[in-house]
């Protein structure tokens, strides 16, 4: 069964960090296309970063750069998003999404697969 599943979302005071995780089953990240997005209360979803495995391309939006990091780790099927500096504007649902091929792409069309998403609050 494929499956995309994520972790690491939570409550955290305006500049703080944390570091979402998205763990594929049922196939292997090293061929895919991996997306972070996300999607604030009355708020279209959009794209935060993208990581392609096959040429280690990488994407961040402007609403991140500077602030995050996405990478993979290969023995965990796993890819974490990192983001510091926390503002009260991150705060919303986080979903992995991955989809077979090279690119690097934050239009939800390209992809296939989608976890369930995490909630990450930034307040004091």
């Known amino acids: 069964q494929v499956q995309l599943v994520e972790s690491g979302g939570g409550l955290v005071q305006p500049g703080g960090s944390l570091r979402l995780s998205c763990t594929a089953s049922g196939f292997n990240l090293d061929y895919y296309a991996i997306g972070w997005f996300r999607q604030a209360p009355g708020k279209e979803r959009e794209g935060v970063s993208c990581f392609s495995s096959t040429d280690g391309t990488t994407y961040y939006a402007s609403s991140v750069e500077g602030r995050a990091t996405i990478s993979k780790d290969n023995a965990k099927n796993t890819v974490y998003l990192q983001i510091d500096s926390l503002k009260p504007e991150d705060t919303a649902v986080y979903y992995c999404?991955?989809?077979?091929?090279?690119?690097?792409?934050?239009?939800?069309?390209?992809?296939?697969?989608w976890g369930q998403g995490t909630q990450v609050t930034v307040s004091s």
């Open positions: 999404a991955a989809n077979a091929g090279s690119f690097t792409a934050t239009s939800r069309s390209n992809y296939s697969y």
